[in-house]
């Protein structure tokens, strides 16, 4: 069945620091897509991007950065130059057509502390 | 603007008693969901629909109901036979819930809590 792991569940970082958010997903399925979604304290999530499985480019967008690596089923997440409106918890989410029917699934979140 | 909106934000439910939660989007969006998450756990799905006038059970419908008589408006009753309906509900939307542009855009979610 389709599986998502986030295994680090709170991460506090003093501002200007980078910070690393670790996905790992698990599905059958061939064709693919991965999400990451940020969910400020007003508890509304916030899409950020979605990869497909056949586009292994990693994506940059202005202080975020995604390494997609299929290899290792990794769709990582790094925020380079924290600051504290980056507090957040984030999800990063697996949707396979076949064996997930189309749903979501969702890892549990990191919870990111930015410390000023 | 174009949304979802969630209505109320904060719900307080008795025991015994039905409680209905709102959710309205004007992304002309085919399909719309809703979702329930608890403290330090990811979203679980409750109930979804692709189409107007049809929806289909997620992985923890038990406790719950839902209709789609109109494609703007998915509205969630938490009924009695939910035991612990303590959560934050959140409502999503999608263009359509098969196609390669299955992006979910999500309301601002409701907090339930029971008296």
């Known amino acids: 069945a389709q599986k998502v792991t986030q295994a680090q569940t709170e991460i506090s970082v003093v501002e200007k620091e980078d910070v690393t958010l670790d996905c790992v997903y698990e599905?059958?399925?061939?064709?693919?897509?991965l999400f990451w979604y940020k969910q400020p304290p007003s508890g509304e999530l916030v899409f950020l991007i979605r990869?497909?499985?056949?586009?292994?480019q990693n994506e940059i967008s202005g202080r975020y950065s995604w390494n997609f690596q299929k290899s290792t089923s990794s769709f990582n997440f790094t925020i380079t130059a924290s600051q504290v409106v980056d507090s957040a918890v984030y999800f990063c989410a697996l949707r396979a057509p076949y064996e997930g029917n189309n749903r979501l699934a969702f890892g549990k979140g990191n919870q990111v502390v930015v410390i000023p | 603007d174009g949304g979802i909106t969630q209505s109320p934000k904060y719900l307080f439910r008795k025991e015994g008693q039905n409680v209905t939660l709102s959710c309205e989007q004007n992304?002309?969006?085919?399909?719309m969901y809703w979702y329930r998450q608890d403290p330090g756990q990811g979203l679980r799905l409750i109930y979804y629909s692709q189409i107007v006038n049809d929806f289909q059970k997620g992985d923890i419908a038990e406790g719950y109901s839902v209709s789609r008589e109109k494609k703007e408006s998915f509205p969630l009753t938490v009924t009695s036979a939910q035991k612990n309906p303590t959560a934050f509900y959140l409502c999503a939307s999608s263009i359509d819930g098969t196609g390669t542009k299955n992006i979910q855009y999500f309301g601002a979610g409701t907090r339930l809590s029971v008296l």
């Open positions: 990869r497909n499985s056949f586009d292994e």
């Open positions: 992304l002309n969006h085919d399909a």
């Open positions: 599905t059958r399925d061939t064709t693919y897509y």
